[in-house]
């Protein structure tokens, strides 16, 4: 039982291809946050999906028209 059970926390790891990772995160100028984004900023990936998440600040900068 113990082994199926490593088994499967190796196998959900392994599922999560779709993360980018805190490099990434960092490296876009995201920072890694456990729950939800602070005020200010917005969901732009996850770092690791579901709970950690790549938060990157609002840009605020006018457009030209």
């Not at 005020?39 to 605020?60: D, N, T």
């Amino acid at each position: 039982m113990g082994n199926l059970c490593v088994m499967f926390i190796f196998i959900s790891l392994l599922a999560h291809g779709s993360t980018q990772g805190p490099d990434s995160c960092n490296h876009d100028r995201g920072l890694c946050r456990m729950g939800k984004c602070i005020f200010g900023e917005y969901l732009a990936k996850y770092c690791f999906k579901p709970i950690i998440l790549c938060c990157k600040p609002v840009s605020l900068t006018p457009t030209k028209t």
